[in-house]
């Protein structure tokens, strides 16, 4: 078994002087059902990667209000580095997106996150066309939150069918679905977005998939459209890295997932 230095395509970290109440808080809407394997901040973010063997991450920040983008795009520009990659954040609901995405694309970051659940809108909403719309224009890579949430367990804002009809209606987007696709929803990734030029980034899918499911999404879907991901501070690096590299694919498909596709959609 021949093993990859790996890109993390899902991480998450916050300021060091909002770190501790952002974990708190987020570790009670889970329910207590996962609890951080370290404290939010960036240091601890690249002592697990240096644990794990991981070279570089991508950070995903959320803006859960309008009034948040603009101190994200500040921080991420502020941060990034060769093992760094922040992705900023836009609020559906911000004024001048244009904007605020052109500012983003002129610090040199690479993508954007929406989470639909904390930003509350809904993936294929036409409301929020413009944004994508915009997004695409500009050649940023767009990172959506997929499938379920476990602090909205019966909210289907954003199921892998309504990411299929974002990528129909803007085909040059380049849209990650986080999750395999769609947390606990793997059964739809299968019959929608597997086949598509969608990237899925793999955080809590090898352990939680069915193995039969897992097995079926990785067969039909494109080896370069896999990106590997951990979902940080919320599953461990190492442990998640430890099972692709265990997994009996071969090595050039492991490698695509693990590393060189993250490296030519990041245009490192």
């Known amino acids: 078994m021949k093993n990859f230095k ?33 404290d939010g901040t960036i240091g601890s973010l690249l002592k697990s990667m ?21 101190n994200i795009i500040k921080w991420s520009t502020r941060i990034q580095s060769r093992r760094i990659i922040p992705f900023a954040s836009i609020h559906p609901t911000s004024r001048d ?42 050649g940023l890579i767009l990172l959506f939150h997929a499938g379920f949430d476990l602090a909205f367990p019966d909210d289907l804002c954003s199921r892998p069918a309504r990411i299929l009809k974002v990528h129909l209606a803007f085909p040059k987007l380049k849209i990650v679905a986080a999750h395999l696709g769609g947390y606990r929803a793997w059964e739809e990734v299968s019959e929608t977005l597997a086949g598509r030029p969608v990237y899925l980034e793999t955080s809590f899918s090898i352990r939680e998939a069915e193995p039969a499911l897992l097995k079926k999404i990785l067969k039909k879907h494109s080896p370069d459209f896999f990106l590997f991901g951990t979902d940080y501070p919320w599953l461990d690096q190492k442990e998640e890295l430890d099972e692709w590299q265990k997994l009996k694919i071969p090595d050039d498909f492991k490698e695509r997932i693990l590393v060189k596709n993250a490296e030519r959609l990041l245009n490192l």
Request: proline share 6%; no cysteine; charged share 25%.
């Open 6 to 38: 790996a890109i993390d395509f899902h991480t998450h970290a916050f300021p060091d002087e909002l770190a501790g109440k952002a974990m708190h808080s987020l570790e009670e809407e889970a329910g207590g059902g996962y609890q951080a394997h370290g």
């Open 50 to 70: 240096d644990r794990a063997g991981i070279e570089r991450s991508v950070i995903a920040s959320i803006a859960t209000r309008p009034g948040q983008v603009d």
């Open 97 to 138: 997106i244009p904007g605020r995405i052109e500012r983003i694309k002129d610090a040199g970051l690479k993508g954007i996150k929406l989470q639909p659940f904390y930003q509350n809108f809904t993936i294929d909403d036409p409301a929020v066309f413009p944004l994508y719309e915009a997004i695409a224009a500009s």
